[in-house]
């Protein structure tokens, strides 16, 4: 389970940031139409949380990766969205990138 502040405002940043209305992404996000907006109210409180389908249908319509909402740590979730925003080459280059750097660092990953 998430920790509900972190996945509460991570969804709510990243619903405000696509401009969806909670009743619109709950819809989007195939839940019931007379209850998506008090759901999605609900989780972004963190009154409750979605379970897991839920959440990756809440990323998908949001277009963030899945572990963004998981993500504790703002560095890494801010990480989560470049990776998630650039074509594969790309993400190929970065993953080289990264090693390069522990490699020079002397750091263990």
Known sequence: ???APVFSLRLKAARLRVGLTQMQ??????IDEYSASARINQYERGKHL???NTA???????????????????TL???????NGIPAEARS?????ASALVEAS????
């Open 1 to 3: 389970m998430p920790d």
């Open 25 to 30: 992404l709950g819809v989007l996000a195939q």
């Open 50 to 52: 979605p379970d897991f």
């Open 56 to 74: 990756e249908r809440l990323a998908e319509v949001l277009g963030v990766p899945t572990p963004y909402f998981y993500a504790r740590d703002d």
């Open 77 to 83: 979730a801010a990480l989560l969205l470049i990776w």
């Open 93 to 97: 280059e970065l993953l080289a990138a």
């Open 106 to 109: 002397d750091i263990d990953g």
